[in-house]
């Protein structure tokens, strides 16, 4: 086993999704109300992008397809006010951090698997853009220099649960997937990698599991015991 890709809500960084999204749309909507954005025609807007990203066929990365969506309600304007959302992604964002937990041993953990020569990748749903994945990831306590690679909605072309999403990634490296394991806290959009050939650890903190499946299919629980899964695979 070389690689470990690690999942981020729920896993590196821990939250209550509603939590969350609650924050972030009040964050960008204040944000981008000057601006003539009317708070649920926005709200509206981005979730039609998300949905649309999570239907991408692959022709087009995620961001040609969140903005194309988003200009279908807004028209060009969109596409002018790019530098306002970036410029929210840079500052207020930032201010969402505390609907967020914490977790010191996601740090701690990344770290040591990185001095173990590990090649560490963070497999979130690529629905924000980048800028805005290195700062969550700085929330939970991760030091980028860590990490060798974060999907984002400018390099991805598929969304969990797809199993393409996950092809993406080994192709981007040329990873066989036998050597990897993908570790993450929710049931359908992170345990699927095992369909394509790597080992899987469900994080059971902020667990997710919608379809009620048995979780002693998999191997599970929080960091500590993480740590000791990767050593026993490695032994074996």
Known sequence: MKTVLFDLDGT?????????????????????????????????GIWRGTAAMVKND??????????????RIFGEKAYSDIPYFDEFYKTDFNLIKNACGFDRKAGE?????KSKGYKIIVATNPFFPMIAQQSRLQWAGIDLRDVD??????????????????????????????????????VTEDMIAEKLGMRVFLMTRCLINKSNVNIDNYAHGGFDELSAFIDCEVAL
């Open 109 to 113: 953990t990344i770290k040591n698997l």
């Open 12 to 44: 590196l960084l821990p939250m209550d999704q509603n939590v969350f999204m609650k924050a972030y749309f009040g964050g960008i909507t204040k944000k981008l109300s000057p601006r003539g954005y009317e708070p649920k025609q926005l709200v509206d």
């Open 58 to 71: 692959g022709t087009k990365t995620n961001e040609q397809v969140f903005w194309a969506a988003f200009s």
């Open 149 to 186: 690679y974060i999907t984002s909605y400018e390099n991805s072309r598929y969304c969990k649960p797809n199993i393409l999403y996950y092809s993406e990634i080994m192709n981007v490296f040329g990873l066989d997937p036998r050597n990897c394991v993908m570790v993450g806290n929710d």
